[in-house]
């Protein structure tokens, strides 16, 4: 499985993006999730979502403002960000367990992913 992330960009305080992660097999009964490097920063959870539907989880740093959501008969992962803010400029990568996972399965660590995509940048200027 490769995982292609995109939809970042520069935008302002208050504003909103979408990204998408668009993976190249089957990701229809992996965990998938979202998480961010801000810079001179360890990478953090942002969002993870499980592969059955309704069973998302998300960091307190963006609750409310970001939602998760995805759709497996196209193999992608969304995450809409509203209200941003300059702290939430980082590198966000998306993330895929491995298949066969519970379907209630929705990490908010790093370890049970073992697929990655390579990132794409969003700024936030104030």
């Known amino acids: 499985v490769q995982l292609q992330a995109s939809g970042g960009g520069l935008v302002q305080t208050g504003a909103s993006l979408r990204l998408s992660c668009a993976a190249s097999?089957?990701?229809?009964?992996?965990?998938m999730g979202w998480f961010r490097q801000a810079p001179e920063k360890e990478r953090e959870f942002v969002a993870s979502?499980?592969?059955?539907?309704?069973?998302?989880y998300y960091a307190d740093s963006v609750k409310g403002r970001f939602t998760i959501s995805r759709d497996n008969v196209k193999n992608t992962l969304y995450l809409e960000m509203n209200s941003l803010k300059p702290e939430d400029t980082a590198v966000y990568y998306c993330?895929?367990?491995?298949?066969?996972?519970?379907?209630?399965?929705?990490?908010?660590?790093?370890?049970?992913?073992?697929?990655w995509g390579q990132g794409t940048l969003v700024t936030v200027s104030s």
């Open positions: 993330a895929a367990t491995t298949g066969g996972v519970l379907s209630t399965y929705a990490p908010d660590r790093e370890s049970p992913y073992i697929y």
């Open positions: 097999g089957f990701v229809s009964r992996n965990a």
């Open positions: 979502i499980a592969w059955s539907r309704g069973f998302a």
